[in-house]
């Protein structure tokens, strides 16, 4: 593994861990947070203590901004298969909702792609009404590779995911909470204290009862493994492809990956034509 942490865990007590993500200008995720991610939940995993695990942002503005379209592809593609047999990336998103803690999102800022991804992984969403939540893939010739698929499809229905993913637009916090793609939206500077206290009370009841509740949800809501690698299979086909390469040209030259550039309303500017 290399580069510098990304994720600051603070151990606000054996039963309550906080994890504050943060990477670059705009939290984008690459090859190492890939590896990073994979040693973070296999250290959730092994506290037998843990009950509740809250992930939060460094950046106000973006939560995780989305996939590094400008990292090294021949690394994550060399990357050796996990023990569940998934590419590292895969696994990562399989096993996460799977970890026996309870697992929150605070969400301030956008979180889009394999940023939603990771949002999605989580067992709670909560969102401040700045958030900004999508699947921008198909906008520039990509299936999305975390199985966004399957759990939005679960998750909101069928109608609703389809409207998500093919859109490729963005879905702002009051929007998301509607379709139920984040739990419930706070007023602007109530987030952090909600998220909070909702997560210390969690991590103060029995934790056999909290662990095993989850699992037996999971059971009847979490996709098959298999999807997964089905998932990430099709973005490896789809993504990088010649013939979309002026797609994510446009949108590098608007400013994609920069703080104040086409990133702020990327959904809308996916939607407008090249050329126009």
Same mark, same amino acid.
């Not at 504050?20 to 994979?38: C, H, K, M, R, V």
């Not at 996460?96 to 969400?107: D, G, K, M």
């Not at 007023?187 to 952090?192: A, K, M, T, V, Y």
């Given at each position: 593994?290399?580069?510098?942490?990304?994720?600051?865990?603070?151990?606000?007590?054996?039963?309550?861990?906080?994890?504050?993500?943060?990477?670059?200008?705009?939290?984008?995720?690459?090859?190492?947070?890939?590896?990073?991610?994979?040693?973070?939940?296999?250290?959730?995993?092994?506290?037998?203590?843990?009950?509740?695990?809250?992930?939060?942002?460094?950046?106000?503005?973006?939560?995780?901004?989305?996939?590094?379209?400008?990292?090294?592809?021949?690394?994550?593609?060399?990357?050796?298969?996990?023990?569940?047999?998934?590419?590292?990336?895969?696994?990562?998103?399989?096993?996460?909702?799977?970890?026996?803690?309870?697992?929150?999102?605070?969400?301030?800022?956008?979180?889009?792609?394999?940023?939603?991804?990771?949002?999605?992984?989580?067992?709670?969403?909560?969102?401040?009404?700045?958030?900004?939540?999508?699947?921008?893939?198909?906008?520039?010739?990509?299936?999305?590779?975390?199985?966004?698929?399957?759990?939005?499809?679960?998750?909101?229905?069928?109608?609703?995911?389809?409207?998500?993913?093919?859109?490729?637009?963005?879905?702002?916090?009051?929007?998301?909470?509607?379709?139920?793609?984040?739990?419930?939206? &706070?007023? +602007?500077?109530?987030? *952090?204290?909600? !998220?909070?206290? %909702?997560?210390?009370?969690?991590?103060? =009841?029995? $934790? /056999?009862?909290?662990?095993?509740?989850?699992? &037996?949800? +999971?059971?009847?809501? *979490?996709?098959? !493994?298999?999807? %997964?690698?089905?998932?990430?299979?099709? =973005?490896? $086909? /789809?993504?990088?492809?010649?013939?979309?390469?002026?797609?994510?040209?446009?949108?590098?030259?608007?400013?994609?990956?920069?703080?104040?550039?086409?990133?702020?309303?990327?959904?809308?500017?996916?939607?407008?034509?090249?050329?126009?």
């Amino acid at each position: 593994m290399s580069g510098e942490t990304q994720f600051d865990v603070r151990e606000i007590s054996p039963s309550y861990w906080r994890v504050t993500f943060s990477n670059g200008e705009i939290n984008l995720i690459d090859p190492d947070t890939i590896e990073q991610l994979a040693e973070l939940i296999t250290r959730i995993e092994r506290a037998p203590e843990l009950t509740v695990v809250v992930f939060r942002s460094a950046n106000p503005d973006f939560f995780m901004a989305h996939y590094d379209m400008l990292a090294d592809r021949s690394r994550v593609a060399a990357m050796k298969p996990a023990a569940s047999g998934l590419h590292p990336y895969a696994d990562n998103v399989y096993r996460l909702a799977r970890v026996p803690a309870v697992t929150v999102s605070e969400i301030n800022g956008r979180a889009r792609g394999a940023g939603s991804e990771f949002a999605l992984a989580t067992d709670i969403r909560f969102a401040g009404p700045g958030a900004v939540l999508g699947h921008f893939e198909v906008g520039v010739g990509s299936v999305p590779g975390g199985d966004p698929t399957g759990r939005l499809a679960r998750m909101l229905g069928r109608g609703r995911a389809l409207e998500i993913l093919l859109g490729a637009d963005d879905f702002p916090a009051d929007l998301a909470e509607r379709y139920g793609y984040v739990n419930r939206v &706070l007023p +602007d500077g109530e987030l *952090e204290d909600f !998220v909070d206290g %909702f997560a210390r009370r969690i991590a103060g =009841f029995d $934790r /056999t009862a909290v662990r095993e509740t989850k699992s &037996l949800v +999971d059971a009847v809501t *979490e996709p098959p !493994v298999e999807e %997964f690698g089905a998932a990430l299979s099709a =973005f490896f $086909r /789809t993504s990088g492809r010649p013939e979309n390469a002026h797609r994510v040209e446009r949108l590098l030259e608007a400013g994609l990956q920069q703080p104040d550039g086409v990133e702020i309303d990327l959904g809308r500017r996916i939607g407008v034509p090249p050329g126009t």
